[in-house]
């Protein structure tokens, strides 16, 4: 059973343009988190999302950040107009229930620079 | 405002010395606290802590929590090279159907053969 797969694992995007960022929930799980890790700093919560459906984005920044996770295919996590302060490491959780944390499974990240 | 705060940031050791990690949080409506080994890669599960006292044990990993001094304690003993990681301490909290997982800043250990 693959775990949680992120794509690309490394993205260099200049100013001013976009990323899109892919996550693949573990296979089964439905419900699906971002988070963002700026360097030497923990984890942030930036939205969750079941199928089709925002439920949280209490994280996310109001502007230029949007998250989607269709009836079929990936997560997205699209980042419009980058800054160099989007520089990050982002990460990807799913989990077969609701919200209990523990069952929560992390991909592997995609690393952002934008230059 | 929700605040989980890990000390130190940073530890350096010697292979076979054992560390303590602490975590202190101050959130409403706690519900867990999580410890996670990060590598380079995504976060890895270590400890779920619900109740104060109890001392869970994972090999040379154990943690605890105390609910009254909103704090947890993660202990390596006879640690390892392989033990060098971030750890990360994570809170849940929030009423249910709404919870939140709040992380920490993480200590960075490194263990020196």
């Known amino acids: 059973n693959a775990g949680v797969m992120q794509n690309p694992r490394h993205l260099v995007r200049r100013r001013g343009q976009e990323a899109r960022l892919r996550c693949s929930p573990m296979?089964?799980?439905?419900?699906v988190y971002w988070y963002r890790q700026l360097p030497e700093e923990g984890l942030k919560f930036m939205v969750y999302?079941?199928?089709?459906?925002?439920?949280?984005e209490s994280g996310m920044p109001k502007e230029r950040f949007s998250a989607e996770f269709p009836k079929e295919g990936p997560s997205i996590l699209r980042i419009q107009q980058v800054v160099r302060g989007d520089s990050a490491a982002y990460f990807c959780?799913?989990?077969?229930?609701?919200?209990?944390?523990?069952?929560?499974?992390f991909g592997p990240g995609t690393r952002l620079t934008v230059t | 405002e929700d605040k989980v705060v890990q000390s130190p940031l940073s530890l350096v050791v010697h292979e076979g010395d054992t560390v303590t990690l602490n975590c202190s949080y101050e959130?409403?409506?706690?519900?867990?606290l999580l410890w996670y080994k990060q590598e380079k890669k995504a976060p890895t599960f270590l400890f779920m802590l619900?109740?104060?006292?109890i001392e869970k044990k994972s090999g040379r990993l154990s943690s605890i929590l105390d609910k009254k001094e909103l704090f947890s304690i993660l202990n390596i003993t006879a640690t390892q090279t392989g033990d060098s990681a971030v750890y990360l301490c994570?809170?849940?909290?929030?009423?249910?159907?709404?919870?939140?997982?709040?992380f920490g800043q993480g200590t960075r250990l490194t263990i020196n053969p």
């Open positions: 959780a799913s989990s077969l229930f609701g919200r209990a944390s523990y069952e929560q499974y």
């Open positions: 296979k089964g799980h439905s419900h």
């Open positions: 999302l079941q199928k089709e459906n925002i439920i949280d």
């Open positions: 959130v409403t409506n706690f519900r867990s």
């Open positions: 619900t109740s104060s006292g």
């Open positions: 994570a809170v849940e909290w929030g009423i249910q159907g709404a919870q939140k997982l709040v």
